[in-house]
Structure formats: C-alpha cells, structure tokens
C-alpha cells in the first residue's frame, strides 16, 4: 500500500472541508482517501492507494478539488467595488 498525506494550513479549512468532503465516497477500488479537520486551520488529506498510477490519479484528484474550493472560496469572499 501506498500512501500520501498533505496539510493545508488555512483561515477557513472549515469551510475548505465542507466543500470537498461529500467526494470521500466517491473513489476507486484501488485509492481511498479521508479529508479532516485537524485544528481550526489546518486541513489533512490522506490518500492510500494499490499501486503508484492509482496513487498518482487520486493525488490529482485530491489536490484538484482542494485547489478549485480554495479559489472559489478566495472569489467568494473578495471585496465588492463601491458604487
């Protein structure tokens, strides 16, 4: 068995968790991977896979959906202009 684990140090892994954590059931027969919430600003993503290609495609995956919630997150919250 393979295995990965990153932590994302951020001001919202809350928000950040909530946002990708419904993907958890949706992975292969050969990757498994858990997203949690280890203090109020860190985020943990560990992934476990059969061979290295699996470990590879769900790394992408992972660090995908994590990059995309965390850009969407920094638009979300961006200052309106005034009128």
């Not at 958890?24 to 290609?53: F, H, K, N, Q």
């Not at 470990?55 to 919250?77: K, S």
Request: hydrophobic fraction near 50%; charged fraction near 25%; aromatic fraction near 8%.
């Amino acid at each position: 068995m393979h295995t990965a684990v990153f932590w994302f140090a951020t001001g919202d892994a809350r928000a950040l968790y909530f946002s990708v954590c419904q993907e958890m059931g949706d992975v292969g027969d050969r990757s498994s991977a858990r997203v949690r919430i280890e203090d109020d600003d860190t985020l943990v993503l560990e992934v476990a896979a059969t061979d290295i290609p699996a470990l590879r495609a769900a790394l992408n995956t992972w660090l995908r959906l994590i990059t995309i919630a965390t850009e969407m997150r920094e638009i979300a919250v961006l200052p309106q202009p005034s009128r």
